[in-house]
């Protein structure tokens, strides 16, 4: 009988036993690859999406692009009126400064209403002819004393004290600045060479300067422990600002004064008080 006719017995050897050499040829294994994609993973309800993108760009939308379409109406009316605020803002400052004219005298309480007090403007340090003087405010007083009896004090130059309290001072208060200065403009503009006042505020300009030559004074101790300011006399020290020595133009250097009257206190004055 063949091999053939062995059925099961033909694949062993000749004992019989397995475990002898297959006779057929080991077939090749094939090597590994990259697995199939599988689904993708399900979405965790504690994992956040993707961010939209903007249509036709790829990326995230930024800015106003990023805002819903009723927060952008928002978005466009609020810098429209701030645009609109600029320009009239600019519009009454140009009517202010300009020369008169037919809008500006038409239109010039609406003008002067939206420039004061915050948006005044003051131009001399553009002014072509600036000012070339140096102006000191100075005043003295004439002090009662308990006995009755009476006397004068020096000058104190109140100009030359703001001075050195601004000299060197990088944060000079307002009223070391401006109180004196502004004080005694608001006075000249307000009365005449005869110091007669002009018009309805020579009276509060007059009163508004008085009382701050009384506190100055009271500040300086002028009056004593037992004195008492009676009377006050402003005056001005006018003198030109000498030109650079490459200038050929020449100026006086003598002093100018222009000497008020004596001005009496009321009784709430006269220790310092401002009524």
């Not at 903007?54 to 106003?64: E, F, K, Q, S």
């Not at 403007?121 to 000191?136: D, E, G, R, S």
């Not at 608001?186 to 060479?193: E, G, L």
Request: glycine share 10%; aromatic share 6%; net charge negative.
């Amino acid at each position: 009988m063949n091999a053939y006719g062995k059925g099961s017995d033909a694949r062993h050897g000749p004992s019989g036993q397995g475990g002898g050499p297959d006779p057929r040829p080991a077939l090749p294994v094939p090597p590994a690859g990259p697995a199939a994609p599988g689904p993708p993973p399900p979405h965790s309800p504690g994992q956040e999406a993707e961010p939209a993108h903007a249509p036709g760009t790829g990326r995230p939308g930024t800015g106003v692009a990023a805002l819903s379409p009723r927060y952008r109406i928002g978005a466009v009316l609020a810098l429209a009126g701030v645009a609109v605020g600029v320009c009239v803002h600019l519009g009454m400052t140009f009517l202010h400064v300009a020369p008169s004219n037919t809008v500006s005298k038409q239109h010039r309480e609406t003008i002067d209403d939206w420039i004061y007090p915050e948006f005044e403007q003051n131009w001399k340090l553009f002014a072509p002819n600036p000012l070339q003087q140096n102006v000191a405010v100075q005043v003295r007083a004439e002090i009662r004393t308990a006995d009755g009896a009476s006397r004068t004090t020096g000058w104190y130059d109140l100009s030359a004290q703001d001075g050195r309290a601004i000299d060197g001072n990088p944060l000079p208060s307002h009223t070391q600045q401006n109180e004196l200065r502004r004080a005694w403009d608001f006075f000249v503009s307000t009365h005449d060479d005869e110091h007669r006042p002009v018009g309805l505020r020579g009276a509060l300009s007059e009163a508004y300067l008085r009382r701050i030559m009384v506190m100055r004074l009271h500040r300086a101790d002028a009056a004593g422990e037992d004195g008492a300011v009676d009377r006050v006399q402003v005056r001005s020290r006018t003198t030109d600002v000498p030109p650079p020595d490459w200038s050929g133009e020449k100026v006086s250097t003598t002093p100018v004064y222009r000497t008020l009257p004596w001005w009496s206190l009321p009784e709430d004055e006269t220790r310092g008080g401002i009524g």
